[in-house]
C-alpha cells in the first residue's frame, strides 16, 4: 500500500515563509513526476508545481519566482518552498506522486492535504 504523508502547512503572516514536506512510502519500483496542487474554499484544485524525475520543473504563473519544488529521490520526498506568501495563496495543498508499483502499473497517488493559511 502507497502513502503520501504531507506535513509543514501552518499560519504564516503574509510575507511569511513555509515548506511542505511530502514522504512516499510503501512497495514503491519507481517514482516519476511529483508535484503539488492546492484547493481554496470553493475553488477547483489547481496545479502549483511538478518535479520530473530529471529534476525537471513547472511552476504556475502565480507562484513563479516565490515557490520553489525540489525532490530527494533517495528518501522518496517532494518539496515545496514558498516565500513571500500572500493571502491568496491560502488553500489545502496536496502532494501527488505518478509512481509504479511492484505487481502493479503506472498510478497516481495523492496524499491527505495539509492546510496552509495566510494572514493579511
Known amino acids: 500500500q502507497v502513502r503520501l504523508v504531507e506535513s509543514g502547512g501552518g499560519l504564516v503572516q503574509a510575507g511569511g515563509s513555509l515548506r511542505l514536506s511530502c514522504a512516499v512510502s510503501?512497495?514503491?519500483?519507481?517514482?516519476?513526476?511529483m508535484g503539488w496542487y492546492r484547493q481554496a474554499p470553493g475553488e477547483q484544485r489547481d496545479l502549483v508545481a511538478t518535479i520530473t524525475g530529471g529534476y525537471s520543473t513547472n511552476y504556475a504563473d502565480s507562484v513563479k519566482g516565490r515557490f520553489t519544488i525540489s525532490r530527494d529521490n533517495a528518501k522518496n520526498t517532494v518539496y515545496l518552498q514558498m516565500h513571500s506568501l500572500k493571502p491568496e495563496d491560502t488553500a489545502v495543498y496536496y502532494c501527488?506522486?505518478?509512481?509504479?508499483?511492484?505487481?502493479?502499473?503506472?498510478?497516481?497517488?495523492w496524499g491527505q492535504g495539509t492546510q496552509v493559511t495566510v494572514s493579511s
Open positions: 510503501g512497495s514503491i519500483k519507481s517514482i516519476a513526476d
Open positions: 501527488y506522486a505518478d509512481l509504479l508499483t511492484y505487481g502493479s502499473r503506472w498510478n497516481d497517488y
